[in-house]
């Protein structure tokens, strides 16, 4: 090949991300928002990258294009209908435009730890709803733990009144934003990537999330401190599109179902392990954490809680029935 064909054929590959890519291997873009380093999704992330590119080499090819670098999770369901990425784990807050099921997963206080959120996930009805998009176009393939959601805010928060007027930035659930409004805050819908510059600015005075998150992006920086509510979850669908996967010879997603199935077993199972570095992290960084009295946190769950009644519809009397008894 001439020097000019050369030149034109790389700068191809980089335009398209495939730079790492062999010639007639399948490419997997995987996008996510978190960072890779002391988080759950992004271990993983890069453990699934590694086994499928030694294991598959030839065949797959994997590139993982973290901490919102490729789309934020507002855009990458639609680009994955287009053919544009493969591969995503968007939370499970962020499927509103899809399916209404995975609303439990937002009720306030329906989880008492990760432990029974993978029951519950493991359950018929956990594993049924990986199938509930397939009509819109995309397939689950399974469920990855982040952890347990944490408040915080440019104040302290020891109770839900303390953050009445104030302005939380939600993930984009109906049932986030009835969470705030309980509280009697403001809540603002906004993409991950913003929450920092938004926090720092003022443009939002408070934000829940998990630990590694609060780490991951440094939230705590801007923030009066954090307090340890674990009144919520955030967890993950890693999801594909019907379309990739039918294109997939048989034996192909075999392999690489297998290779998610383990890569999930083995990083769920550290998930809890990695939040709480990542607290202890925000502790040794000079972090403030506000722990809860009983009394106080009997009061989050008091205003929280009738939450639940506005989206019993949605999510199945017989749902919550489930979670609660493996909660029990
Ligand atoms: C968020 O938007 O706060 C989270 O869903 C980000 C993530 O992927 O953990």
Known sequence: ASIA??????GAAMADGHEGCDDGEIVVKFSHVTNTDRH???IAATLLQERVNAEMNGVMCMEVFPQSSLYNDDQVLEAMLQGDVQLAAPSLSKFEAFTRQFRIFDLPFMFTNIEAVDAFQASDTGQAMLDSMQRRGLQGLGYWHNGMKQMSANVPLALPTDADGLKFRVQASDVLVAQMEAMGASPQPMAFSEVYGALQTGVVDGQENTWSNIWGQKFFEVQDGVT????GIIDYL????????DSLEPEVRDQFTTILDEVTNTRNAE?????EAAKQSIIDAGGTILEL???????WVETMMPVWAQFVEDVGQENIDAAQAIND
């Not at 998930?271 to 939040?275: G, R």
């Not at 009295?293 to 009061?299: G, I, K, L």
């Open 293 to 299: 009295t009983d009394e106080q946190r009997t009061a």
């Open 5 to 10: 064909a050369l030149t034109l054929s790389a």
């Open 228 to 231: 340890e509510t674990n009144h």
């Open 238 to 245: 890693v999801v594909t599109s019907v379309d990739f996967l």
């Open 271 to 275: 998930a809890f392990a990695v939040n």
């Open 40 to 42: 759950p999704k992004g």
